[in-house]
């Protein structure tokens, strides 16, 4: 019998699972917003979902039977506080996880991340990344599939991080220009292979590394409550960006917007590989900084890491101190532009680019005020990214959305 057609009054006969019936396209909503942080008990869950308390229980406990999140009936009270606090949601800490794989030019690094954002496990990271994408993509695979067999976690899927555009629909990495792959390498397809002959289950994705930054950032980290989010971001190599609409990526017609790494900023700049000269990509990056300081750069580490300690720990040094204001007026210049494109209402940066807010946020929020047509823009907020491992987590995020769409449809 449909609901519809039921002639029971409201109210009678109502057990939890036909109040569920009810509230079933809440599921992923409530899910959505224990996973967020942005429902902490079942009262804010109630009131954001505009539902019935009774409705908003029923979803809280079949979410919690799914092994999704925890309920807890009984929080302490805060203190000073009166009356009965409300049941306390957070995400269930041995639930299902994803497996989620980062590939960047000074190796890769396999991981396992829950609802939350919460990374449960990671493998040590790896400082080789062969030409072959299917070798590289098999050794990140089975590092991650050792640590499902070792936690014994659920797997809802997996995602990968590239350091490349990847072109939609086919998934394909068009410009790894910091890794020896070819140019079009199917990574997607090619992941996919390697998480089905693994024996994992769920689906494979694979998308840019910033763009899966800014969607992490954006649901746990310094991206919260933002509309129109920017983020600019050093791999460790090169420079990308990432913009997060309404709490969507948008990735442009065929997954290839925010190439931000080819803004030029200097006309009369070095050469670089797209066949332009003077783009961020070559003039805001870590090997820019230790050849503006004269470092030559070491093989003992990434150069990321290189770059992060010189500023961080010889900024007292003239040479350094001025190549990190070069650095930073050239980064200024390029955010100005895509302020005057873009007008978001929050940016921010991660990688090298977070290390030189954080060594002078005056100057560099100068530079974007001094050069954005706005005069508001001055006053969008420059903020340093918050998450560890921000792309992992937002590779992670990719696997957790079909079980945010839909909890029931994806894990029964
Ligand atoms: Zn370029």
Known sequence: MSGKADPRPAGEGTTSRTRLDRGRGALGPALELVHTGRAPTRAVLTAELGVTRATAGAVAAELEALGLIRVDARPGAAAGSQGRPSHRLSVAEDGPVALAAQVH???????????GGRIVATAPGSEVVDADPAKVLGSVVAAGAGLLEETGRRCVGAGLAVPSAVAEPEGLALNPLHLAWPAGAPVREIFAEQ??????????FAANDVNLAALAEHR????????????VATGHRGVGGALVLDGRLHSGSSGLALEVG?????????????GSRGCLDV?????ALLTAAGRAPGPEMSLLKQADDLIRHQYDDPEVRTATESLIDRLGLGLAGLVNILNPDRIILGGLH???????PDRLRAVVAD????GRSGGVPILPCTLDHNSLVGAAELAWQPVLDDPLGALV
Do not use: K, M, Q, Y
């Open 262 to 274: 080819h803004l030029a900023v200097n006309p009369e700049g070095r050469p670089c590989h797209c």
């Open 195 to 204: 998480v089905r002959a693994a024996g994992i289950t769920g689906t494979a």
């Open 105 to 115: 030019a000074d190796g890769f690094r396999a991981a396992l991340v829950g609802l």
């Open 283 to 287: 003039e805001a990056d870590p090997l």
């Open 371 to 374: 050069r954005s047509l706005w």
């Open 220 to 231: 746990h980290g310094a991206g919260r409550g933002s509309r129109d989010l920017l983020c």
């Open 354 to 360: 977070r290390t030189l807010l954080e060594a002078d």
